[in-house]
């Protein structure tokens, strides 16, 4: 009885055995069509996707802690932001913000910053926003390629030194004139005046006029708005001038 055969092309036999004794397909040709690879999914995830806005509400210092605040918008299909702060280029904290939907299918929300241990000065403040996209199932994907920044110089004054200064004169061979003034403290101020080291203080005006007294010392010292004193020093008379000092 005639068999049934099936023969195979010589070639296809030999690939496939070419095949089997080098361990088979690689499996990078295994991948299922439609599947891309992690990365280029990661990639595709970020396209399109921005940080529309960032502003600033206020940023400012005090005594060493510098604080702020602002909001920014993502586009649609992103759901959050990450916010990154930094000092004179280092970086000094970072947060991740969901944000709330807009009418027009942006995301919204609002960033805090706050930190101490600045030093008096001018100094700039860096904030930089990334979109986000957080899924339902936790995981967070941050578009690096696609952030927006915004740069501001904050200036913390330098305490200064206060105290009282003051120059005499001789108008004449009767006559000196002290002027006083001050440095530091709370304006307004009030001057106070003493003549020789035994006198008696007196409120006056910044410019006040002495009998000259050779070689006697005239006392200057000032009070702030805040009942504070701030410290002076004297100046004499000799026979011919007065000492400047302050």
């Known amino acids: 009885m005639p068999r049934d055969t099936f023969h195979l092309p010589f070639g296809i036999l030999l ?9 088979g397909v690689p499996e990078a040709e295994l991948v299922p069509m439609g599947e891309e690879p992690t990365g280029t999914r990661e990639a595709a995830l970020c396209s399109g996707l921005s940080v529309t806005d960032l502003t600033l509400n206020g940023i400012s210092t005090y005594q060493g802690e510098m604080a702020g605040n602002g909001a920014w918008t993502v586009s649609t299909s992103s759901n959050a932001a990450r916010l990154e702060f930094y000092v004179d280029g280092v970086l ?12 027009s299918g942006t995301i919204s929300g ?10 008096c000065g001018t100094h700039t403040f860096e904030t930089r926003a990334y979109p986000m996209v957080i899924s339902s199932s936790g995981s967070r994907t941050t ?4 952030r927006r920044t915004l740069t501001r110089s904050v200036t913390e004054a330098c305490p200064v030194a206060a105290y009282a200064f003051h120059t005499c004169v001789r108008k004449n061979s009767t006559t000196v004139e002290c002027t006083g003034g001050a440095q530091g403290g709370t304006a307004p101020y009030t001057a106070y005046w003493k003549v020789g080291h035994s006198g008696t203080w007196f409120a006056g005006s910044m410019t006040q006029t002495f009998a000259y007294a050779l ?5 200057f010292q000032v009070k702030d708005a805040t009942g504070a004193w701030l410290e002076g020093y004297f100046c004499m008379c000799s026979a011919s001038s007065c000492n400047i000092c302050s």
Request: charged letters at 10%.
């Open 15 to 23: 690939a496939g055995l070419v095949l089997a004794a080098c361990g």
């Open 110 to 119: 609002s960033w805090y910053f706050s930190t101490t241990g600045i030093a």
């Open 92 to 103: 000094r904290s970072a947060s991740e913000e969901v944000g709330t939907p807009n009418t």
């Open 215 to 219: 070689n006697t010392p005239y006392y």
């Open 143 to 146: 578009c690096y390629e696609s």
